[in-house]
């Protein structure tokens, strides 16, 4: 094929004519969709819950921490080394904050992502 051969194929317009049925299907499926019933609501009731349960752990953690390092009579050295009944709390702590932070940082980034496609 030449370019001649392929200027001849693309100078010539044809033009485009939907099927017979798809004015009618398009139709169709608008009235389907406008006679659907809406979409059910979240039921924030039954979440709240759920939330405050997963939330109040949380809480704990950071008001045991500030507790530890706000007491009184305790140095700058001490109140870095944390008691050993605190340590496996602060150990979870630690891995639930980077589990968190890694979480926020995906949905940024995928919701940036999302918004200069749409």
């Known amino acids: ?13 044809t033009e485009i004519v939907p099927s017979s049925g ?4 398009v ?3 608008v009235r389907e969709q406008a006679q659907a019933p809406p979409p059910i609501p979240f039921p924030w009731k039954r979440a709240l819950p759920g939330m405050a349960a997963a939330v109040l752990p949380l809480a704990w953690i950071v008001f045991a921490c500030v507790a530890v390092f ?4 305790v140095g700058a050295t001490e109140a870095l080394s ?3 009944t ?7 702590a630690s891995w639930v904050l980077i589990a968190l932070l890694t979480t926020v940082v995906s949905l940024l980034f995928s919701w940036r ?3 200069r496609i749409a």
Request: glycine share 2%.
């Open 1 to 13: 094929m030449n370019h001649d051969d392929l200027d001849h194929l693309l100078s010539h317009e």
């Open 22 to 25: 798809s004015t009618a299907s």
């Open 27 to 29: 139709m169709n499926a």
């Open 86 to 92: 605190l340590q496996p709390l602060w150990h979870a």
């Open 70 to 73: 706000s007491s009184k009579g």
């Open 113 to 115: 992502f999302v918004s």
């Open 82 to 84: 944390l008691p050993s």
